[in-house]
């Protein structure tokens, strides 16, 4: 069974930096794909950045020259540097693996930009 968990969520100003992990258990080895999802208040869960186990990535057009999506097969971790926030990028942002046709959650972790 996978199980992600998320830290590095907070609160930062517009224009400010965060860094988002989420660790993959028992291990990243064999996750097809993995990345961040966020649902903005009052909105659907979108897709923000993806890798694969081949490290091609994908992001969210509005987010690709301020974020990226990294991966760490020793620590297990994928994380996400998010640069140049902006009040637009509060959400709840959500660990994301898929494998073998299965989706995995992690619980979520608070990310808010306002002055």
């Known amino acids: 069974q996978v199980q992600l968990v998320e830290s590095g969520g907070g609160l930062v100003q517009p224009g400010g930096s965060l860094r988002l992990s989420c660790t993959i258990s028992?291990?990243?080895?064999?996750?097809?794909?993995m990345g961040w999802y966020r649902q903005p208040p009052g909105k659907q869960r979108d897709m923000v950045a993806l890798?694969?186990?081949?490290?091609?990535?994908n992001y969210e057009d509005s987010v690709e020259d301020r974020f990226t999506i990294s991966r760490d097969n020793v620590k297990n971790t994928v994380d996400l540097q998010m640069n140049s926030l902006k009040p637009e990028d509060t959400a709840v942002y959500y660990c994301?693996?898929?494998?073998?046709?299965?989706?995995?959650w992690g619980q979520g972790t608070q990310v808010t930009v306002s002055s």
């Open positions: 028992p291990s990243i080895l064999g996750i097809n794909f």
């Open positions: 994301y693996a898929y494998q073998g046709g299965r989706v995995y």
């Open positions: 890798i694969s186990n081949l490290g091609s990535t």
